[in-house]
Each structure stands twice: as C-alpha cells, then as structure tokens.
C-alpha cells in the first residue's frame, strides 16, 4: 500500500439498496492518479454498485469515500463533475435523440470559464481518434453503433478532462477489435495522468493493464495487490479468488 495520499480512497464502505440487505460489505479500496485500479468479480458481486457508491447515487450506510483527502461521501452525481470526476457506467449516459456533438459538449454546458481553452483541441482530438463521431456530429446518438456509442462516452470523459475515470464494463458487448481500441483508449487516460478504476469481464485484459488489482467477491474485497504480485497462473489465481476450485 502506497504511502502517499490516493486520490480516491474507499474505506470500511458498506453500502446496499434496501436498509436490512448489504451488498457492499466493509470495502476499502484506492486508486491513484496516472494509475489503474482493476476491480474484478463474478456477476453480481456488487462492483456497478461501488460505482454507484462513490458516484453518489447510493449513500454509504457506513465507512467514507475521500477524493484528494476530503470527504465526499454520499455527495450529489452532478457535483462530481466539477471535482473532476467523471463515470463510463455500465449503461449508457447518452441522451439517444441529442446529436453526437451535443452529447459530447454538454458536461461542459455552464463550465465553460474551466473548460474553454482546450475545448476546441481535444473535441478535434476525439474526431481524429474517432472519425465515425466526426462523420456523425449532426446525427442522433441513438443512431450510433454500439461501438461508436462507447467511442462517444469515451469523447465526452476525455472533454470533461476529469481526474479521476471510473469505468464500468467498457468492452460489454462490443467485438474483439472495437474493444481493444476502447482498452488501447483507457491507457491513454491513465497516461495523461488520470487515476482510473476499470470494471472489466475481460480479466485477463484488465489485470495486464492494471497497476493494482482488486476482487470483489460477494460484496468483500477476498484479495488485492499490485500487478507484479499477479504474474503467476491467473487462471489458477482467479479461480481460488472467486472461490471457483475444481
Ligand atoms: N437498483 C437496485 N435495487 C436493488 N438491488 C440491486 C439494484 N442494483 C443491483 N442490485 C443488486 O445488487 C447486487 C450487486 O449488483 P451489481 O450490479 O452491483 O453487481 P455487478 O458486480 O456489477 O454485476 P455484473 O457483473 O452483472 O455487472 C445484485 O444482487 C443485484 O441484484
Ligand atoms: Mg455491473
């Protein structure tokens, strides 16, 4: 464990949808700036609702979320944004009959005094990663491929120039091709220099692109470490985690 401040730090959070039922159970976890914290478990062991968690949406019941040291548990999903945190969910954050470059510009809507120098060269930045999204910037979002409306999420975290992505199942659907491009996509993140957390089913990809690795299994963390401590039989090492033994 790193000895200097995360810039997310989860600790002893437990969190859940109805009063008497937990489905997150005393998690700590951190994710540093230019780093990726991999979260990986089974269907349903709770890690879209540790994204929900930290986002606000589900107010920790008890434990704290802390974002370069202050306290932001259970704060409102729209303030995030302005924190410079930002969220891929699961499911999509489009607005399907908004056109792709109203998609991408309207985070910015209001922000413009912290956003405006840049905004014009990265929003040229994500046409030229994306050519699809500049060749569609006038069609509805909802038109898009799957793959392009990932593409389109990614464009409109990259504008917000958030320091801190959670990314919840960004390969979900999408075929080998188009998913590497959105992995190769997520390195850039980190690169840049933001602190990620990436939820992936693709394990194999998450823990070789991942600086720390985090199991979830049934709303506990049953094992974390840095990426060197994961270079063993990950088959083996992922079926003794999520408690699959043969
Ligand atoms: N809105 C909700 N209301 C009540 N229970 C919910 C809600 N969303 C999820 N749950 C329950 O919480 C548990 C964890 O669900 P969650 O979606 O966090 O799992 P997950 O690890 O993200 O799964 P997956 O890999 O399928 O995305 C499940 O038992 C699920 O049924
Ligand atoms: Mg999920």
């Not at 699961?90 to 912290?114: A, H, I, W």
Request: aromatic share 6%; glycine share 10%.
């Amino acid at each position: 464990m790193s000895s200097t401040p995360a810039l997310l730090e989860m600790r002893g959070v437990t969190a859940g949808y109805a009063q008497d039922i937990d489905v997150l159970r005393d998690v700590s976890l951190r994710v540093d700036a230019g780093r990726i914290t991999g979260l990986i478990g089974l269907n349903g062991a709770g890690k879209s609702t540790l994204v929900k968690t930290i986002c606000g949406f589900l107010p920790p019941k008890s434990g704290s979320v802390a974002f370069e040291a202050a306290d932001i548990s259970g704060l409102a999903p729209h303030k995030l944004i302005d924190l410079g945190i930002c969220c891929i969910p699961q499911e999509s954050s489009l607005f399907p009959q908004l056109t792709v470059e109203d998609n991408l510009l309207l985070p910015l809507l209001g922000r413009r005094k912290r956003f405006g120098g840049v905004m014009r060269d990265r929003l040229q930045e994500v046409f030229a990663q994306f050519p699809a999204l500049h060749e569609k910037r006038s069609q509805p979002a909802g038109s898009l491929s799957g793959g392009q409306q990932k593409q389109l999420e990614f464009g409109k975290a990259w504008l917000q120039q958030p320091k801190l992505c959670l990314v919840d199942e960004p390969s979900i659907g999408l075929s080998p091709r188009v998913s590497e491009e959105i992995f190769t996509w997520i390195e850039k993140f980190a690169a840049a220099g933001m602190g990620i957390l990436l939820i992936d089913h693709n394990v194999r990809r998450v823990v070789r692109m991942s600086d720390r690795v985090c199991v979830l299994s049934l709303g506990r963390i049953t094992a974390e470490g840095e990426a060197a401590e994961f270079q063993g039989d990950l088959h083996r090492q992922v079926q003794e985690w999520l408690g699959l033994h043969f």
